[in-house]
């Protein structure tokens, strides 16, 4: 039962916008913490694809953003692309503790 | 270029010992706090561990205390893992990661086969 929680899967056709929420709670997310995403495609090692909520590496596409509400934070994908077709996992802090989200399948149709 | 290089798989049996490791290069390795992650087949992410090579403090997930051990080598810019006594249940891939802002960098993973 992973601290953060996440959809299983999302799908869209491509060009459709998308949303996988990370749900958790007043010692993580609500205690100001930031959060993290990483975008994890088959066979290969995690790479970080949003930090500190909202900022975009360099080179990650500016389709891919992020947000936070209260106890929750939100990844948004626009314009959704075959190549996006990956697990997402959302990351937090729970005192001095990292906790990651169950990860999220997200589908091209 | 920062680069996290971890050693080779590893096919061992229950009850044997194991130690994994994670070089670091292209940046200040004493610096940043290194991270072990684990995912079992066909699962999420989970956060084992974390060290600082600078003064070796250490923080673990209360899931894998006292179940691994995390160390550093600082002479050669090297993180471990180590179990004392395997389980199947340890089969999985281990990722060391670079915390800045987030998990910057990843190693390529180590396969631990457990049989």
């Known amino acids: 039962q992973s601290v953060l929680t996440q959809p299983p899967s999302v799908s869209g056709a491509p060009g459709q916008r998308v949303t996988i929420s990370c749900t958790g709670s007043s010692s993580n997310i609500g205690a100001g913490s930031d959060v993290h995403w990483y975008q994890q495609l088959p066979g290969t090692a995690p790479k970080l694809l949003i930090f500190?909520?909202?900022v975009r590496p360099s080179g990650v596409p500016a389709r891919f953003s992020g947000s936070k509400s209260d106890t929750s934070a939100s990844l948004a994908i626009n314009g959704l692309q075959a190549e996006d077709e990956a697990d997402y996992y959302c990351?937090?802090?729970?005192?001095?503790?990292?906790?990651f989200g169950g990860g999220t399948k997200v589908t091209v149709l | 270029e920062v680069q996290l290089v971890q050693s080779r798989p590893e096919v061992k049996k229950p009850g044997e010992s194991l130690k994994i490791a994670c070089q670091g290069s292209g940046y200040e390795f004493n610096g940043y706090w290194i991270a072990w992650v684990r995912q079992m087949p066909g699962k999420d992410l989970e956060w084992m561990a974390i060290?600082?090579?600078?003064?070796?403090?250490?923080k673990y997930s209360p899931s894998f205390q006292g179940q691994v051990t995390i160390s550093v080598d600082k002479s050669i810019s090297t993180a471990y893992l180590q179990w004392s006594s395997l389980k199947a249940s340890d089969t999985a891939m281990y990722y060391c990661?670079?915390?800045?802002?987030?998990?910057?960098?990843w190693g390529q993973g180590t396969m631990v086969t457990v049989s």
């Open positions: 500190g909520t909202t």
């Open positions: 990351q937090s802090y729970d005192g001095s503790l990292r906790v």
């Open positions: 060290i600082y090579p600078g003064d070796s403090d250490t």
């Open positions: 990661a670079r915390e800045l802002t987030g998990f910057d960098y």
